[in-house]
């Protein structure tokens, strides 16, 4: 094979990585993700994002098709699959050429998967190197649908990928944090100038309510800067402990 064809995936890859870091959420970034895996890898039909949390509970972070949902709760019905051993063994890349000859392997999983229409199977992890961000799942109606070829674009387009999720978590975490420092700072404005108290106190009331009523701080601080109120004091001015 000659330089052609992968100047021209070098090309399309970038492309798409910077179409990745130009998403305006973590949710559009994945749902690019999928969409780029279908136009770019050889014999993908359909492809989904997937975290496996705790031992069996598998949440779908972006699909493309139903079938790729149908085979996400067949997974977690069964608890067994290639998107589970990927993520549980931390395998890298994982591809299955036949998922008729998977029924050894997955003897639950895999039956079921074939009357979905599920033909072959490839995979990857997302990961850097601090984080484990989910499994690339790429399915086909055909049965050897993935070459080597596929698998090593695939795993290029995952690396790109994972490094683009990792940057918008990251930016989506920071703009959150700042979003609750700026509510917290507005309602502890609130509190000290309605009740004169000094910031340590109007800290330790709005503790107070998110301990009494289990909801989170921010959360708590919120309520109190859009409406003005703190929880659970709105009949007159609240208890001060001894430790404010």
């Known amino acids: 094979m000659g330089d052609g064809p992968w100047e021209e995936l070098a090309v399309r890859l970038a492309d798409m990585a910077r ?18 895996a279908v136009s770019l890898v050889g014999g993908c039909e359909q492809a989904g994002i997937l975290v496996v949390e705790g031992w069996r509970d598998v949440r779908t972070l972006a699909a493309t098709s139903e079938l790729v949902h149908a085979s996400d709760r067949l997974q977690q019905e069964t608890g067994q699959g290639p998107c589970f051993d990927a993520t549980r063994r ?10 008729n000859a998977s029924l050894h392997r997955w003897p639950k999983y895999a039956p079921r998967a074939r009357r979905l229409g599920i033909g072959s199977v490839m995979g990857f992890l997302l ?5 484990n961000l989910g499994a690339l799942d790429m399915y ?3 049965r050897r649908a993935f070459t080597e070829r596929s698998e090593r674009v695939g795993w290029l387009l ?23 420092r700026n509510e917290i700072g507005e309602a502890l404005g609130i509190v000290m100038e309605r009740y004169t108290l000094t910031e340590e106190q109007a800290f330790a009331v709005l503790r107070r309510s998110s301990q009494d009523r289990n909801v989170k701080l921010r959360d708590i601080a919120r309520t109190v ?18 430790e404010a």
């Open 90 to 99: 931390k395998t890298e890349v994982f591809r299955i050429a036949d998922m």
């Open 127 to 131: 990961f850097t190197d601090d984080d």
């Open 158 to 180: 995952a690396s790109h990928a994972a490094v683009a999720l990792a940057s918008a978590r990251t930016h989506a975490q920071l703009g959150e944090a700042l979003e609750t």
């Open 225 to 242: 800067a859009r409406t003005g109120e703190i929880p659970g004091a709105a009949e007159g001015p609240p208890e001060i402990t001894a």
């Open 19 to 36: 179409t990745l870091l130009g998403q305006d959420s973590v949710q559009e970034t994945l749902d690019q993700i999928v969409r780029h």
């Open 140 to 142: 086909s109606t055909r």
